[in-house]
């Protein structure tokens, strides 16, 4: 399995961006995407469920951020809005079998490169 993140950049704080992971070698069961920051552990940030849609969020993101996939396109997406500086890291999304416990690291099979998001003050 490969998974190909993308859409990361520079963005003032309150502003948007839209990151995409492409799934490729094998369908998944859920997404999730988590992030980390400079010092910091790994966070979950988001994740959905393959079938069904259903989706979980982290509290720091709730109301901001929104995930959604595509499954013929076996992609998701991670629309962040109003973000912040503290916002800042890189995103990593990873997928994996299980539908439950979305939001530990150890649900997660593969892994995606990462994309850096950077929010200025």
């Known amino acids: 399995v490969q998974l190909q993140a993308s859409g990361g950049g520079l963005v003032q704080a309150g502003g948007s961006l839209r990151l995409s992971c492409a799934a490729s070698?094998?369908?998944?069961?859920?997404l999730g995407w988590f992030r980390q920051a400079p010092t910091k552990e790994r966070e979950f940030v988001a994740a959905i469920r393959r079938i069904g849609g259903n989706s979980y969020y982290a509290d720091s993101v709730k109301g901001r951020f929104t995930i959604s996939r595509d499954n013929p396109k076996n992609t998701a997406y991670l629309q962040m809005n109003n973000l912040k500086p503290e916002d800042t890291a890189v995103y990593y999304c990873?997928?994996?079998?299980?539908?439950?416990?979305?939001?530990?690291?150890?649900?997660?099979?593969?892994w995606g490169q990462g994309t850096l998001v950077t929010v200025s003050s």
């Open positions: 070698g094998r369908t998944f069961s859920s």
């Open positions: 990873a997928v994996g079998p299980r539908v439950a416990g979305l939001a530990q690291v150890s649900a997660y099979d593969y």
